[in-house]
RNA sequence: GCGGGUGUAGCUCAAUGGUAGAGCGUCAGCCUUCCAAGCUGAAUGUUGACGGUUCGAGUCCGUUCACCCGCUCCA
């Protein structure tokens, strides 16, 4: 439940309900009980979230905006695969850094490195409580070390006392051991693997060496094949390369429907230029990627630029340059905002890498300048899932005044369905001419035929699919070869001839 | 991961421990000349799943799964 804004109420409950009515989003495997972080896409989401994609790969790859100069951008397009060499996630800093086994205190809610927690015990004393602290740091140390001593009524000796590793416990031991921000003890969890990432095996030997992972972001793909695309497209720095497609995440808490699942689409450009140009291009990309969404329906007012705070910063983000999001104001968000996008600064990090790693140079030779560089990246990557979740909220209009009680206002150019043609009623000759025009109109845009119940229920339907459009063939048609358009959003309606619908549909859809 | 809440037809929801229902939607037929109209009829459920208590469980208990809310987390 939430504001969305001073105009419209929309709750998420609705919203899903009305996904999963009208064919837009299921839960994933729904007959077995569902799967914690999936969702699966039906008919008409299906259809929205590739016009989605389809706007972005035109607006960013085939005809992206001028440049800060006034030259035109100049972007090409990749698919790489979901399961790369898993060197991969190592060179990019995703192996290691999150792979490490950590321990949840129920108590105070913190999370702590199991090999950063160290145990305070009694020399030779194997039955008392154990006290642990945090390495290398030595107020923890102090606190555990005084807990210690109240626990026993006594000082200690320094010699007295003996440290051990959190990680040589048995459970059976750290259920009578102290947590370093608590009193109370058996508040620590056992040592958990926290990997985000998705693991597989390549091979039918799924032994360690076979081991490999689901990409947990699409842009590693874009830095192997740097070179490729460089020796093969004729490409000049300043360029980007640009890729749609699934991620994986083994996210710690999947929540609110597709904001955050565990399999997601992104959309994402990595646009490579010389270090001296980054912050131009940096400005360039947050400031297009804003108007982007705004372009694709989303309102300023739901939509704003946000920097990241220094502590946030990713392991790859520069320093100094940091990352801009454009955030939406989600209905579970709202007041506040969620991320749609992060605008990236990542320096010339991940081709350094890479070329640390595969020990294959990923350099560019700028003639212009004389000189050879690995160049610095900016990286727009968007969220394909959740930029197709604030199209569906910002389009949820609920109205009491109309018979569905709520429609979806979704841009002509990102709706499922473009059109419908009806028969007004379903004898006389309309539905023969109400089928022909639909033949006709089908060939070019996805448009859909009805001819069932009344006029109303039809129209009603149409409403919560988000259609902009419905052609209605009447009696008058029959003689004057003219139609009825209704007008989703206005309810108004205009006769246009037959002939004309085509053309009329044209105009209105790029 | 923690705490709280909710799971019954496609959707929204009823049903003292005692025969699983309604409205809407869907489908079929009739009807219908512009906004979920009307009439007739139909389909649809292992009551999220598994186990227990009971003569008998949608209802009580346990476990588990999913979703929602709040924390936590989020390269």
């Given at each position: 439940?939430?504001?969305?804004?001073?105009?419209?109420?929309?709750?998420?409950?609705?919203?899903?309900?009305?996904?999963?009515?009208?064919?837009f989003?299921?839960?994933?495997?729904?007959?077995?009980?569902?799967?914690?972080?999936?969702?699966?896409?039906?008919?008409?989401?299906?259809?929205?979230?590739?016009?989605?994609?389809?706007?972005?790969?035109?607006?960013?790859?085939?005809?992206?905006?001028?440049?800060?100069?006034?030259?035109?951008?100049?972007?090409?397009?990749?698919?790489?695969?979901?399961?790369?060499?898993?060197?991969?996630?190592?060179a990019?800093?995703?192996?290691?850094?999150?792979?490490?086994?950590?321990?949840?205190?129920?108590?105070?809610k913190?999370?702590?490195?199991?090999?950063?927690?160290?145990?305070?015990?009694?020399?030779?004393?194997?039955?008392?409580?154990?006290?642990?602290?945090?390495?290398?740091?030595?107020?923890s140390?102090?606190?555990?070390?005084k807990?210690?001593e109240?626990?026993?009524?006594?000082?200690?000796?320094?010699?007295?006392v003996?440290?051990?590793?959190?990680?040589?416990?048995?459970?059976?031991?750290?259920?009578?051991?102290?947590?370093?921000?608590?009193?109370?003890?058996?508040?620590?969890t056992?040592?958990?693997?926290?990997?985000?990432?998705?693991?597989t095996?390549?091979g039918?030997?799924?032994?360690?060496?076979?081991?490999?992972?689901?990409?947990?972001?699409?842009?590693?793909?874009?830095?192997?094949?740097?070179?490729?695309?460089v020796?093969?497209?004729?490409?000049?720095?300043?360029?980007?390369?640009?890729?749609?497609?699934?991620?994986?995440?083994?996210?710690?808490?999947?929540?609110?429907?597709?904001?955050?699942?565990?399999?997601?689409?992104?959309?994402?450009?990595?646009?490579?230029?010389?270090?001296?140009?980054?912050?131009?291009?940096?400005?360039?990309?947050?400031?297009?990627?804003?108007?982007?969404?705004?372009?694709?329906?989303?309102?300023?007012?739901?939509?704003?630029?946000?920097?990241?705070?220094?502590?946030?910063l990713?392991?790859?983000?520069?320093?100094?340059?940091g990352?801009?999001?454009v955030?939406?104001?989600?209905?579970?968000?709202?007041?506040?905002?969620?991320?749609?996008?992060?605008?990236?600064?990542?320096?010339?990090?991940?081709?350094?890498?890479?070329?640390?790693?595969?020990?294959?140079?990923?350099?560019?030779?700028?003639?212009?300048?004389n000189?050879?560089?690995?160049?610095?990246?900016?990286?727009?990557?968007?969220?394909?899932?959740?930029?197709t979740?604030?199209?569906?909220?910002?389009?949820?209009?609920?109205?009491?005044?109309?018979?569905?009680?709520?429609?979806?206002?979704?841009?002509?150019?990102?709706?499922?369905?473009?059109?419908?043609?009806?028969?007004?009623?379903?004898?006389?000759?309309?539905?023969?001419?109400?089928?022909?025009?639909?033949q006709?109109?089908?060939?070019?845009?996805?448009?859909?035929?009805?001819?069932?119940?009344s006029?109303?229920?039809?129209?009603?339907r149409?409403?919560?699919?988000?259609?902009?459009?419905?052609?209605?063939?009447?009696?008058?048609?029959?003689?004057?070869?003219?139609?009825?358009i209704?007008?989703?959003?206005?309810?108004?309606?205009?006769?246009?001839?037959?002939?004309?619908?085509e053309?009329w549909?044209a105009?209105?859809?790029?």
């Open positions: 439940m939430g504001v969305m804004s001073a105009q419209k109420t929309i709750s998420m409950e609705e919203l899903v309900s009305l996904c999963k009515r009208r064919g989003i299921y839960p994933a495997s729904e007959i077995y009980g569902g799967l914690n972080g999936f969702w699966d896409y039906g008919p008409l989401g299906t259809e929205l979230k590739n016009n989605i994609r389809d706007a972005w790969w035109h607006d960013m790859v085939r005809c992206p905006p001028m440049g800060p100069d006034g030259e035109p951008v100049s972007i090409v397009g990749l698919d790489s695969s979901i399961i790369q060499n898993p060197r991969v996630w190592e990019s800093g995703h192996v290691g850094g999150f792979n490490d086994p950590m321990v949840d205190c129920r108590e105070s913190s999370r702590y490195r199991a090999d950063h927690l160290l145990c305070l015990g009694v020399n030779g004393d194997t039955q008392g409580q154990i006290y642990t602290f945090v390495e290398n740091d030595d107020e140390l102090a606190s555990a070390r807990k210690l109240k626990y026993i009524k006594r000082k200690l000796e320094d010699e007295e003996d440290v051990s590793p959190f990680t040589s416990l048995s459970a059976d031991e750290i259920a009578i051991t102290v947590g370093p921000d608590v009193k109370t003890v058996g508040t620590l056992e040592p958990r693997q926290f990997n985000l990432m998705f693991k095996f390549v039918a030997l799924q032994d360690e060496e076979s081991a490999a992972y689901l990409r947990p972001e699409t842009a590693q793909g874009i830095f192997l094949n740097f070179n490729n695309v020796d093969t497209m004729r490409v000049k720095v300043p360029f980007g390369i640009a890729q749609v497609g699934k991620a994986f995440r083994n996210e710690v808490t999947p929540r609110n429907f597709i904001f955050r699942s565990r399999e997601f689409e992104q959309m994402e450009i990595e646009w490579f230029c010389h270090e001296s140009d980054s912050a131009k291009w940096f400005e360039f990309w947050c400031e297009t990627r804003r108007k982007w969404w705004e372009s694709m329906g989303l309102t300023s007012d739901n939509v704003q630029m946000r920097s990241h705070d220094s502590d946030e990713a392991h790859y983000a520069k320093e100094g340059c990352t801009f999001d955030e939406y104001r989600f209905p579970f968000t709202s007041p506040g905002y969620g991320e749609l996008e992060g605008v990236a600064h990542r320096g010339n990090f991940d081709l350094t890498r890479h070329q640390e790693f595969s020990k294959k140079k990923l350099e560019y030779f700028d003639q212009q300048r000189e050879r560089y690995a160049p610095h990246v900016i990286e727009p990557s968007a969220g394909l899932s959740r930029g979740l604030a199209i569906l909220c910002e389009a949820f209009t609920p109205d009491e005044e109309r018979a569905s009680k709520v429609f979806m206002k979704f841009q002509p150019r990102v709706a499922p369905i473009k059109a419908a043609v009806f028969p007004l009623v379903n004898k006389d000759g309309m539905p023969e001419v109400a089928s022909k025009l639909h006709e109109l089908r060939k070019r845009w996805p448009v859909q035929f009805d001819a069932k119940q006029i109303g229920k039809r129209y009603a149409m409403d919560e699919a988000g259609c902009p459009w419905c052609f209605t063939i009447d009696s008058d048609s029959l003689n004057d070869q003219s139609v009825t209704r007008d989703r959003d206005t309810l108004s309606q205009d006769r246009i001839g037959i002939d004309k619908v053309g549909l105009e209105r859809l790029v």
